[in-house]
């Protein structure tokens, strides 16, 4: 079994705050980084992902592209 840990995208706001989205950069970065897996042939049963706004958007961004079940996490 492998396990991936990925951290989301480049967010709006510098400092931690739980309900900032991904900047256009951030959104670019997911959708990158999914072609690439997709490109290289990797798949995942389902990704896991904590309840911030952020990181549900790179989830979703790359759960879409690669065809594979998000888990949220409370």
């Not at 705050?17 to 997709?38: M, V, Y």
Request: aromatic share 8%.
């Amino acid at each position: 079994m492998e396990i991936y840990f990925l951290r989301h995208g480049k967010q709006k706001l510098d400092k931690e705050d739980h309900n900032s989205s991904l900047t256009d950069i951030g959104e670019i970065q997911a959708k990158a980084l999914a072609f690439k897996w997709r490109e290289e042939g990797i798949k995942f049963d389902k990704i896991i992902v904590s309840p911030f706004k952020r990181t549900m958007q790179t989830a979703e961004i790359i759960g879409d592209t690669l065809n594979c079940p998000i888990e949220k996490e409370n």
